[in-house]
């Protein structure tokens, strides 16, 4: 099944460590829902709590003396299951007894040859509690690991040897630990909240609680925060090749945000400019499908001149439907989740402006949905180029069997789904948004140019 991005927060040098994490997961809510989890550095102790379901639903629960003792530090993950089941012993931060340290890792992305590295780390007689990736990097430093030394430089050793998409804060009793792969497929970031440092998956995180944003951690870097906020910055490894996730601009990120140092708003009114330019479309209507779909929609109708309008209600109160484990979950989820509003579609040509159509399933629900309440013609325009290939890198496309567009053509597709016509974006319009900075993306599930071959081996 196609799962989501997670997404990390940590702060250092603050007495509210634990709330501000808190707060800076509530941004970050719609990177995971699954799974929620804070590790705190407290009076010289390190201390987890985590579970499954909302951040509010994991930690409202907690009594009040928890937060109100001072913390120094603390690190926190909201998740979507991208490797390893969906259960608590998988929730994150991940945290393992490391010598005298008590060491815990959160991890956005996935490690693409943890398969090969799980098999012969378990051949060396290591033990995993549960099946995540993050495990394997915690076993590869353990390994690695000489008395006397702290876990950073085992840390740094394990991701010299795995391959794939790592954003990742660790904490111990040591301090807090920063890290992005070479390649920079997941963001992060870095921001300064007064005399406190601040890391995060988006910047809307920040503004959650007045910080600002200094840099992103760059590809390849790994930074050092002692418990006083003081930083160590060094490069660890480094690749000739950027491999940002351009579908972090797609749907993903908050359009609050700005990830890959680019504000995720300008870049989908960008893909739904150019979009109409590529595809324009005899209509009375653009209507977006919410809420991904809104940006591009805006864009599409002012380089159209066709009016805009809001003619499909969300309830907010229904999680994302693309990760639901059954098509039944799915159908029900969309039918849940968005619902025409009649006077804006009945008797209209209307474009529907979606951000993405992976499995089909949904976008025919829609169609029929608007046909049945009206609609005289009902007609997509897709802003991103058409899934073909898995993605190993944080959304974990299972198989190209289950991508529509991998065993069909657009004009199939069209038909499957009972739209009038349906156009994507081309991926040469797509990156020409992002202009001089195209060959900094990924975009692996539209071409096939995998920057790293999945489950390489070790």
């Known amino acids: 099944m196609l799962k989501e991005a997670c997404g990390i927060f940590g702060i250092a040098n603050h007495p509210d460590a634990a709330a501000i994490t808190r707060l800076g997961l509530f941004a970050l809510q719609h990177r995971g829902q699954e799974s929620a989890g804070i590790f705190i550095l407290r009076e010289g102790k390190c201390e987890l709590q985590k579970g499954m379901g909302l951040v509010s639903e994991v930690f409202d629960r907690l009594p009040k003396e928890w937060w109100k003792t001072p913390q120094e530090m603390a690190i926190g993950h909201v998740r979507y299951s991208t490797a390893g089941g969906s259960n608590v012993m998988n929730a994150q931060p991940f945290v393992v007894e490391f010598d005298k340290w008590r060491l815990g890792l959160a991890h956005n992305g996935t490690i693409s040859n943890a398969a090969n590295w799980r098999n012969h780390l378990k051949r060396g007689g290591a033990i995993f509690q549960g099946d995540l990736d993050t495990e394997v990097v915690l076993h590869i430093a353990a390994h690695h690991h000489k008395a006397g030394n702290t876990p950073w430089e085992a840390v740094e050793y394990a991701l010299k040897n795995v391959e794939g998409a790592f954003s990742l804060l660790g904490l111990c009793e040591d301090g807090m630990m920063v890290a992005r792969d070479p390649f920079g497929f997941r963001p992060l970031a870095i921001g300064k909240l007064g005399d406190s440092v601040v890391f995060a998956s988006e910047t809307c995180a920040f503004d959650m609680m007045g910080a600002k944003y200094v840099r992103d951690v760059e590809p390849g870097e790994m930074i050092l925060v002692s418990k006083d906020g003081k930083m160590e910055s060094r490069i660890f490894a480094y690749s000739k090749r950027r491999a940002h996730c351009v579908f972090e601009h797609i749907y993903f990120s908050r359009p609050d945000s700005r990830v890959f140092n680019e504000s995720v708003y300008a870049m989908r009114k960008e893909f739904g400019r150019k979009l109409a330019e590529e595809h324009p479309v005899d209509a009375d209507v653009i209507i977006p499908v919410p809420d991904s779909g809104m940006y591009a929609a805006l864009g599409f109708a002012e380089a159209s001149g066709i009016p805009f309008d809001l003619g499909i209600m969300r309830n907010h109160y229904v999680g994302r439907t693309f990760i639901k484990p059954t098509p039944a979950d799915r159908k029900a989820a969309v039918n849940m989740k968005l619902n025409p509003i009649r006077e804006a ?43 073909v290939q898995p993605c190993y890198f944080g959304i974990d496309f299972p198989s190209a069997d289950e991508l529509i567009a991998h065993k069909y053509s657009v004009d199939e597709i069209a038909k499957i789904i009972d739209a009038d016509s349906l156009a994507y974006i081309s991926l040469e319009g797509l990156l020409s948004c992002v202009g001089k900075k195209s060959g900094d993306y990924c975009h692996a599930c539209f071409s096939g140019d995998y920057p790293v071959k999945p489950q390489g081996n070790i």
């Not at 629900?365 to 013609?377: F, N, Q």
């Open 345 to 387: 579609i009945e008797g209209k040509r209307v474009c529907l402006v979606e951000d993405s159509i992976v499995r089909g399933n949904t976008s025919k629900e829609r169609v029929r949905t608007l046909r049945e309440i009206g609609a005289k013609e009902v007609h997509m325009r897709i802003s991103c180029p058409p899934h």
